[in-house]
């Protein structure tokens, strides 16, 4: 079973920046519907962004103007540029998706299809 890589956290400033990119290693993604997800220890994994087959994204309230969910099917790879970074977004960041027939211009975090998570990638936003 495929699953998802992805890369791209680090340590940031309370204001800063920092993108997150995603990828299935030869795979190519453009049928894919694909989210991101994080999770703190001891909380649950939470939606953070998906983004449908073609160009329509959706974002959870509390990142909503500062992260921007884009995707790249020539790389075959998903980003997500997050600007602003509060120290509420610390936690690890996982990227997952399924394959979609159609091109929607629909996508939720709340789909329970979400599926191939990566191992995650440590965001950490501290002064």
């Known amino acids: 079973q495929l699953h998802f890589v992805e890369s791209g956290g680090g340590l940031a400033q309370p204001g800063g920046s920092l993108r997150l990119s995603c990828t299935i290693p030869?795979?190519?993604?453009?049928?894919?519907?694909i989210a991101w997800f994080r999770q703190v220890p001891g909380k649950e994994r939470e939606g953070v962004s998906c983004?449908?087959?073609?160009?329509?994204?959706n974002y959870v309230d509390a990142v909503k103007g500062r992260f921007t969910m884009s995707r790249d099917n020539a790389k075959n790879t998903v980003y997500l540029q997050m600007n602003s970074l509060k120290p509420e977004d610390t936690a690890v960041y996982y990227c997952g998706g399924y394959q979609y027939a159609f091109i929607k211009a629909y996508c939720t975090t709340l789909d329970d299809r979400f599926a191939n998570w990566g191992l995650g990638t440590q965001v950490t936003v501290s002064s």
């Open positions: 030869g795979t190519n993604l453009e049928g894919y519907v």
């Open positions: 983004i449908s087959r073609g160009t329509f994204t």
